[in-house]
């Protein structure tokens, strides 16, 4: 798998895409991220990838034509299964949404920034916009590396013990049950004794237990 964001602030993401899972999975050969700096694809002088928006209302808007060169240049390189853009108003991001996008191929994401974007880069460019909670953000780099991340890490051979990501919170569209180590007593504070008991189906069934109820207290939106 091959993730390309397209940014107008790649030195934001760089730290990023270099450290823990996600150069884990590139040093396997198992997915790679590449970052995109919108500003190499403007015509203008000044690099500049903005303008005023027409109608008047205030702020800057992102403009199609370095967006439409940059994601021709890259398909021109390779297919790809999604154009995402990240934007407060796109489908709610969750953890089936990224076990689905982690099972394609080669994905590119505009990260949003200013005021928005053109609103033809949406209607003509993109295949599916992503929203990663009901808030705003200065721009979309954090939502992509979020998105990266996710999709990243359950790509089966990433993490070393592939159960640990399939028993994350949401996989079963509830919480994880609560998890415990070494010492087993601290300050008096004790591990529950059905985790030392080492019988694997009297814990199992503590866990779902555990992840049930606290998904009903905390979560209950999930179970519905």
Same mark, same amino acid.
């Given at each position: ?8 602030? &790649? ?23 590449? @970052? ?29 034509? &370095?967006? *439409?060169?940059?994601?021709?240049? @890259? ?5 790809? *299964? ?37 609103? +033809? ?34 790509? &089966? ?20 049950? &609560? ?34 109820? +606290?998904?009903?207290?905390? +979560? ?5």
């Amino acid at each position: 798998m091959r993730i390309d964001i397209i940014t107008v602030l &790649p030195e934001m993401l760089e730290g990023f895409v270099h450290e823990s899972i996600l150069a884990r999975a590139e040093k396997k050969g198992l997915a790679e991220v590449r @970052l995109h700096n919108l500003r190499d694809y403007s015509q203008d002088k000044w690099h500049r990838v903005d303008d005023y928006p027409f109608g008047g209302q205030a702020g800057m808007v992102m403009q199609i034509e &370095p967006i *439409d060169r940059c994601i021709s240049a @890259l398909k021109e390189e390779r297919e790809y *299964d999604e154009v995402i853009f990240t934007s407060p108003d796109g489908e709610q991001f969750n953890q089936k949404m990224a076990n689905d996008l982690s099972l394609g191929g080669n994905l590119i994401i505009l990260a949003g920034h200013y005021k928005g974007v053109d609103q +033809r880069v949406r209607e003509h460019l993109i295949t599916k916009e992503i929203s990663i909670g009901d808030f705003v953000l200065t721009g979309g780099e954090l939502p992509a590396a979020i998105i990266a991340d996710a999709v990243v890490r359950i790509i &089966p051979g990433v993490i070393g013990d592939e159960q640990s990501a399939l028993s994350d919170c949401f996989q079963d569209n509830m919480l994880s049950a &609560p998890i415990y180590t070494r010492p087993r007593n601290y300050k008096g504070w004790e591990v529950p004794e059905i985790l030392l008991s080492g019988h694997e189906a009297k814990i199992n069934q503590w866990e779902f237990e555990q992840a049930m109820e +606290r998904t009903k207290r905390l +979560r209950p939106d999930l179970l519905k």
